[in-house]
């Protein structure tokens, strides 16, 4: 069965610092794997995904995430943190569907 | 596109009542997908639809949900009688495809009082 781990409830980073979220996860095949941000009060926005080719993903907001087969991760990064960054971040794969979502990491950027 | 339509976007109602939240997907997407969020359970897949049709409902809580998809650009959720313990912040969400990205509405806080 599929399944994805986010480790960390929440992870505080001083702004320009570069950050980190992590993720995890277990499929029985080759997965899709996302990430997605939750700004409060609204719905989920989506980042970036992965689903094949280059191993390093860029999507918005000058985020990134590296997908590691051998460590079945899918890490959230970006260079410098902005104060802005504060939100709920998802992480979610697919192998069969539908579509799990971890259960989240709160982010906070510290001025 | 207007993106993922919710309705209401705030309820209030007292235990026992019926509510109805409602959706309009984005045009063109053949997947409809129900989400509950609270903060002890995290993100929920309550339900989700392929071209109008239930494809898995095991999401669902209990009897007092129902979810139906009339046409391809409405769906329901409705609880029934409603209680306390659903309230939550309700999430549509729509995706063109099963692999495709899933774009969320703005969500329906409940309370039931």
């Known amino acids: 069965a599929q399944s994805v781990a986010q480790p960390e409830d929440q992870v505080n980073v001083a702004e320009g610092n570069p950050l980190t979220v992590k993720c995890t996860y277990s499929?029985?095949?080759?997965?899709?794997l996302f990430w997605y941000v939750q700004y409060p009060n609204r719905g989920l926005q989506f980042l970036l995904k992965?689903?094949?080719?280059?191993?390093l993903v860029k999507g918005s907001y000058g985020f990134e995430a590296e997908f590691n087969k051998s460590q079945t991760s899918f890490h959230l990064k970006k260079p410098s943190a902005l104060v802005s960054d504060s939100a709920l971040y998802f992480c979610a794969v697919r192998d069969i569907y539908p579509v799990i979502f971890g259960k989240g990491t709160r982010l906070h950027i510290l001025p | 596109d207007a993106g993922v339509i919710q309705s209401p976007r705030h309820e209030v109602t007292e235990m026992g009542q019926e509510v109805t939240l409602r959706c309009k997907p984005i045009?063109?997407?053949?997947?409809l997908f129900w989400y509950r969020q609270t903060m002890m359970r995290g993100l929920e897949l309550l339900i989700y639809f392929n071209n109008n049709v239930p494809i898995d409902d095991s999401g669902m809580p209990e009897d007092r949900f129902s979810a139906k998809m009339p046409n391809a650009s409405f769906s329901t959720l409705k609880i029934q009688p409603s209680e306390p313990r659903d309230s939550a912040v309700y999430f549509c969400?729509?995706?063109?495809?099963?692999?495709?990205?899933?774009?969320f509405g703005p969500g329906t806080r409940l309370l039931v009082l």
């Open positions: 499929v029985s095949g080759n997965p899709y």
């Open positions: 969400a729509s995706s063109r495809t099963g692999v495709e990205t899933q774009y």
């Open positions: 992965y689903i094949t080719g280059d191993n």
């Open positions: 045009s063109g997407h053949d997947y």
